[in-house]
């Protein structure tokens, strides 16, 4: 961060690469074994003496590593700007914030965009399924670069939620607390059910061509922005839907006509070109995959899965959220629970649906802010 | 029905057509006009000399004239069989049970894959958009070749539920009685939200090549199966989803592909697929438009809409079902209600979601039965 001093607005920020020496093997979960892990990292605030001040932020979906500040010659902040920075909740005068690109996404860490160091092309469908638990084995080969042995908090709302339940199970002695936000500890049926019919229609359109666009002058726009758009009425709730949209038209009487005649109609379409414009095709097949494979629990009681967590918790599930309920957190929070582990839980009011985790920043920062500052009184490392 | 005799389960059944006669007119809600307009229907039991026990079934998005019995080599009856025949719900010992294919639709009635008689080449996208409103005044034309002045009583699930409730507002002297079923008086932006995206992996489709496909070597499909599995994913509950699917796969392991490894993954791709089959996906975009459009309400207050009912109510609704809620079908009894309408509402508890209306036989049988039978004892022409 050139230009920013402690105690400033973030202002110009920059993503950061770390390489995977050659010599270390990155072995998937599935088996496989990826060449040239590359991960892209942004880090705000400053890592104290004792490497004990270090927040690792998981994104979502269609986040990256770019989680504040501003990039050079770009007016919007990353995508949790609101949250993190000085006197925001994750404080940056306070804490080393980390977030990173995920494995398997589209933003600089390596995945099925990245070049193939053997064949020296795209990797395309030929990159490895990757699951979430290779996410977070990838961001703890570069939370040991950076030389931290234990991280303060892991915190991540819907995918980003997983990875920091993921790292609880993972690294339990080497987290000291973990904020999951609006996400479960496995996927439904479905939640499985709408990406599969996302990923049906990205595979389904004929620019895909077996995931090999890279060097074509064809890109799956249409299938990519479907599924963004059926994503999208998963984020929002049924409420916040009728409320934003309702059956306002976008002219004054019907058309009859085939084009974006309501209002949420011409909404959905453009985000799902906006996001066609930012985003990656094959890594949407690859990171909706990793999130239906997760699955904590598996064929044990999540109590179980649970026995070796020391680290606090901060449980957020949000009243509207239909896509990661606030059942399931309450799920997460019995289990941890039955452990002895500190749990706090809180359900924010909300009609905005799964979207909250984005937007109810003054309930998060008020929330976050306290249990960071709790957890950090009571380190004992 | 050629080989059906009264008490007689029903065997054999034959779709059969009428055509609008050329000197008449069909005005369109958007102020087109239809020309040659034909309607494919089938019909169950027998009229009565007075001509006061017929029933109209209107059937829903995917549905068609083919409610009951068999046509002559299909091993499947139609769909919904289970309750139109003797002594079933519909009894057709008693009624005179009819069933059109709707205005727009792809089996029989004019729609989009019918000739235009002008350019005797296929519809196609210069067919025009069609309403509810006009499906239900499509359906009068019919009634009145038939030569029945009052209906006993219309009735339909979803799409056909709206059509019965446009039937009693459109048509409030011709009709004795109402069974709207698990449907709403107007969509909303979350309903228009998901047929939205449905269209728009129809359009999506490099196949559809703006509607001119009939003569074509390809077909849509991609996008039409696409369109269907979001369909489907609405019309069974989170539960019964879980219950049936959960996380079960198809084989042993995960095989880390992008295959449908799941069993849920593997249903819907059947379904999208077997849908795909059988629908044209022009249908599709016109039928999910007619919903779309549909709102009885406009700027008007519910009660006032009605104020012009005679008929007596059954309205059904299921507690699981979260496109078509029963908090909306309360609405409508409320209004009824105000109205001083005679109404009866029954919220049968289901799992199933939407999909119950198509699954819940005993206990649709049971309020329908009972309904109908007492409808017909007030009856006083």
């Known amino acids: 961060m050139p230009e920013n001093k402690k105690g400033q607005e973030l202002r ?17 979960e599935s088996g496989a074994i990826l060449n040239g892990l590359k991960i892209a990292y942004e880090t705000y605030g400053e890592l104290n003496g004792e490497k004990n001040n270090a927040v690792l932020i998981c994104h979502a979906l269609s986040g990256d590593a770019h989680a504040a500040g501003y990039h050079e010659h ?15 909740a994750f404080d940056t005068n306070k804490y080393f ?7 398997g996404g589209c933003k600089g860490t390596s995945g099925p965009n990245s070049i193939n160091p053997v064949t020296e092309r795209h990797y395309g469908l030929s990159f490895p399924i990757v699951s979430i638990k290779d996410m977070v084995d990838a961001q703890k080969r570069l939370i ?26 993972s690294y339990p002695k080497n987290i000291v607390s973990c904020i999951p936000i609006a996400t479960s500890y496995k996927h439904s049926a479905q939640q499985i059910a709408f990406d599969e019919v996302g990923r049906q229609a990205i595979m389904g359109d004929s620019a895909w061509q077996g995931g090999n666009y890279y060097q074509a002058k064809q890109y799956p726009s249409a299938g990519l922005a479907v599924a963004r758009m059926i994503g999208h009425i998963t984020y929002m709730s049924d409420k916040s839907m009728e409320d934003k949209f309702g059956r306002a038209l976008k002219k004054k009487e019907l ?17 799902g070109d906006s996001f066609v414009k930012r985003f990656d095709a094959n890594s949407y097949l690859y990171l909706t995959k990793a999130m239906d494979y997760f699955d904590l629990q598996k064929n044990e009681k999540l109590q179980a899965v649970f026995r070796d967590i020391k680290s606090r918790f901060l ?14 957190s309450k799920e997460i929070v019995k289990a941890l629970k039955m452990n002895g582990v500190d749990v706090t839980y809180c359900e924010i009011s909300s009609d905005y649906g799964h979207d909250a985790f984005l937007l109810k920043f003054p309930e ?18």
Chains 1, 2 share one sequence.
Not at 255 to 271: D, P, V
Not at 368 to 379: A, D, E, N, P
């Open 12 to 28: 110009i920020v920059e993503t950061k690469y770390f390489n995977l020496p050659e010599s270390e093997k990155f072995c998937l």
């Open 315 to 328: 449980v957020i599930a949000f009243s509207s959220d239909w896509l990661y309920t606030s059942a399931k």
């Open 364 to 381: 998060e920062t008020k929330l976050i802010k306290y249990f960071l500052s709790s957890t950090q009184k009571k380190l004992k490392f």
């Open 144 to 169: 040991d670069f950076l030389g931290i042995k234990k991280l303060l908090s892991v915190c991540g709302g819907s995918m980003g939620g997983m990875q920091a339940l993921q790292w609880a199970v």
């Open 74 to 88: 770009e007016k919007k902040p990353g995508w949790w700007h609101e949250m993190i920075g000085p006197g925001k």
């Open 255 to 271: 058309g009859y006509e085939f084009t974006a005649e309501f209002e949420i109609e011409g909404y959905l379409r453009y985000r």
């Open 97 to 103: 914030v980390i977030c990173s690109n995920v494995l």
